[in-house]
Structures are given as structure tokens and as C-alpha cells.
């Protein structure tokens, strides 16, 4: 496997399921990201795992938790979706310095649908 | 944070050139202007980077006025399959834990036979 991956491509749940999305980076990067893309929506990050600090968007809802356990691999853990959660959720990774700004690369997407 | 506004959609013929604009007036002084290509159903493509003055490389050109409020992308000979959304991108990491990363709404580019 080459560049960013992510597992399922595809995923249908029920408000009450607890699912998670995988992403791995084969790229050797030092930060990973998730981003949402809704339709007609600009493409919203979630949370960036970077040099093993963790940041987050303010305003994304609990019931989406992200997990880092190395810098090759990132999850997000969902649990009680609502339908308007349905998206693209998409994960990047980049190689990150001390400053300046940084080309990522994305994965192909999960395309979430909840019922 | 930094916002980007850019028109919503252009339609270009094969083989012109197309400039589309992204305005980011807040943009702060470590910031970066990143470029990406998206096509259906796929994730974001880098295009170009860059931070003042001019950047080219093998498929883009990037355009940055001395005040940085604004980018030109700039594709020389458009063909059928560069229609696609492109998103301009203004952010930086600062090195202190925090990011701000802010794409615009993209700008769907139809090239026509």
C-alpha cells in the first residue's frame, strides 16, 4: 500500500451503532488529520494529530472521538450519529516542521450515510 | 482565523488559460497559501504552494501580491480533464499546538470541448 488509506470506503449505520474509521499513512509523516466534507460545505477539520499533540476543532460534537496510537495510523470512533452527520470524512497526513506551511495528502474518503 | 473567498464556478474552453482568484484578507504573517484539486468522490490533490511573489511548477502557476490579501492559481491550457473543485487553502502551523487551517468553499472549473 502506498500514500494515505482508509477502511471502510463505504459505511451505513443506525443512530445507536458505535463504528470507527481507519486511516493509515505510509508516508513516514509526522501529523495526520481529519477533515468532514459535507455536501455544498467546505471541507471542515476535525482534529489534527501533530508531533504527538492532539488539536481539535471546538466545534465538532463529542459523540466523534479521534485516536492516534502512533503516527501511522488514526481512528475515528463514532457513536450515536445523527443523519445530518452523513459525510465524506476524509483523513490527510503531512510532514510538519516547526513553522511554515505543509502539502498534505489525503486518502480516498469513507462516505458515511446515518439512518 | 483566516477566511478565503472565491468564486463559486468558472467555465473555461480547451486550451486556455484560467485564473481563479482566492481572497483571504485576514491572512497572518506565518501563514501559507496552499492550493488543492478534488475530484468526484476522491480526496483533495496538493497543487501548489507558496507564501509571497510567484510559484510555478509542472502544472500551476501561483500569483501573490506584496499586501498577501490575495492568490491568482493560474492554469496554463486547460483540458477536459482539469475540470474539477479547486480550494484554496491559508494556514500555517504556528509550533505552538494549534492550527488554522481554513478551506474555502472551492470553485468548480468546467472545461468545455
Known amino acids: 500500500e502506498t500514500g494515505v488509506t482508509q477502511t471502510p470506503r463505504h459505511l451505513v449505520m443506525g443512530m445507536t451503532n458505535k463504528k470507527s474509521l481507519k486511516c493509515e499513512q505510509h508516508?513516514?509523516?509526522?501529523?495526520m488529520y481529519w477533515y468532514k466534507q459535507s455536501a455544498k460545505k467546505p471541507l471542515e477539520l476535525m482534529f489534527v494529530?501533530?508531533?504527538?499533540?492532539?488539536?481539535e476543532n471546538n466545534s465538532v460534537p463529542s459523540r466523534f472521538s479521534p485516536e492516534c496510537p502512533n503516527s501511522s495510523h488514526l481512528f475515528l470512533h463514532l457513536h450515536t450519529l445523527q443523519p445530518e452527520d452523513s459525510a465524506l470524512y476524509l483523513c490527510?497526513?503531512?510532514?510538519?516542521?516547526?513553522?511554515?506551511?505543509?502539502?498534505?495528502?489525503f486518502g480516498p474518503g469513507t462516505r458515511l450515510t446515518v439512518l | 482565523l483566516a477566511k478565503t473567498t472565491q468564486p463559486i464556478s468558472m467555465d473555461s474552453y480547451e486550451g486556455q488559460e484560467v485564473n481563479i482568484t482566492c481572497s483571504h484578507n485576514n491572512i497572518a504573517t506565518n501563514d501559507y497559501i496552499t492550493w488543492y484539486q478534488q475530484f468526484p468522490s476522491q480526496g483533495p490533490r496538493f497543487i501548489i504552494q507558496?507564501?509571497?511573489t510567484k510559484v510555478t511548477n509542472e502544472v500551476a502557476s501561483l500569483f501573490i501580491p506584496a499586501d498577501r490579501k490575495s492568490s491568482t492559481l493560474s492554469l496554463p491550457r486547460v483540458s477536459l480533464s482539469d475540470t474539477a473543485v479547486y480550494y484554496c487553502l491559508v494556514g500555517s502551523y504556528s509550533g505552538a499546538g494549534s492550527y488554522q487551517l481554513t478551506f474555502g468553499k472551492g470553485t468548480k472549473l468546467s472545461v468545455i470541448p
Open positions: 508516508l513516514g509523516h509526522n501529523a
Open positions: 507558496g507564501y509571497k
Open positions: 490527510a497526513s503531512s510532514q510538519v516542521g516547526t513553522s511554515g506551511g505543509d502539502e498534505q495528502f
Open positions: 494529530y501533530s508531533l504527538e499533540e492532539r488539536v
